[in-house]
């Protein structure tokens, strides 16, 4: 298992960061809030073929590998590029539809199953997505309706809203079991986002600490504030290994393990649990650490570290609590609770 880059996803991490470093730098982030959506940067991705890129190739694809989306993803977060790429990606892959694959609709996946009234709650991109994703019931749908535009007041003013599992042209995938490798590629991308989140915001608490000065000396210079942001990088490097980790499980045709008792752990849903859960914990602390640097500028709108903090926390919890991913990854590493045991 080589969890290196390859020269072609090297090649996808500088265009890539070029574009985002071009068509997404902070000033377009805040102009796209409250909803969260820049129609005119998903145009430049459409017109690169992002949107269908991880789509087989006989599918109108150009194949991309998971291993390969995950280095897209981390340059997404990286930007906070506010579009949609992550979900439509997975939703791509699950349903490679024309509109779909070409990024002419924009798709996305629901994380939870329908409610019994039918309806998905806090949809990722689902104030903005033509077609959803997602179990109603014992069944995978594809439902395909009008987005309403409108998305509730969030933390990460991302354009998340309740969508209908029945309204609309609704088109059964398959059985509801057949959802857990979208979820998984989904778990998997938003925690290289994530990732790419924590390396912004160490560069941004880094640049700070060396400009801002103190008793006539960069703060920087100041042995608390090194130790603080000295931490981060084994955190993120850790966060980013085991992300690509996960990739290479999912990306695998057999069934992985989970052997905890000799650390040989290569199942997909395990790994995608490990890194999701990780990659929030790192961009949390990672983005803390850089605010708390910046001191009371902060929490000021015109500083660029709140737009990172905001989504370190928002992007993961649209998904739940993470604590309640680490209780199910536990069930599943070391078996459930038994009643009543202490």
Known sequence: MN???SEDQLALQDAFTRLFDRESPPAVVRAAEPLGFDRGLWGRLVDMGAPGMGVAADSGGDGATLS???????????AIAPVPLIEHMVAARAHPVDDVVAGAS????????ARPDGTWRLVPAGAIADVVIGVDGDELVAVRSPATGEAPDNHAAAPIADRSARVGERTVLGPAGDFAPALGEWKTLTAAALVGISVAALQLGRDYAMSRYQFGVPIGSFQAVQHGLADLPALIDGARLLTHKAAWSGDQSAPGICNVDDADITDFACLAGMAFVFAAETATRSTDRSLHFHGGYGFSV???????????????LVFD????????LA???FGPVAAGAA
Do not use: K, M
């Open 68 to 78: 390969d989306l995950v280095v897209v993803a981390e340059a997404v977060g990286r």
């Open 106 to 113: 924009i798709a996305t996946i629901s994380l939870r199953p």
């Open 331 to 333: 069930d599943e590493l």
């Open 302 to 316: 015109e500083y660029d570290i709140q737009l990172f903090y905001r989504r370190a926390r928002g992007w993961a």
């Open 321 to 328: 609590d993470p604590s309640r991913e680490c209780l199910r």
């Open 3 to 5: 969890l290196g880059l």
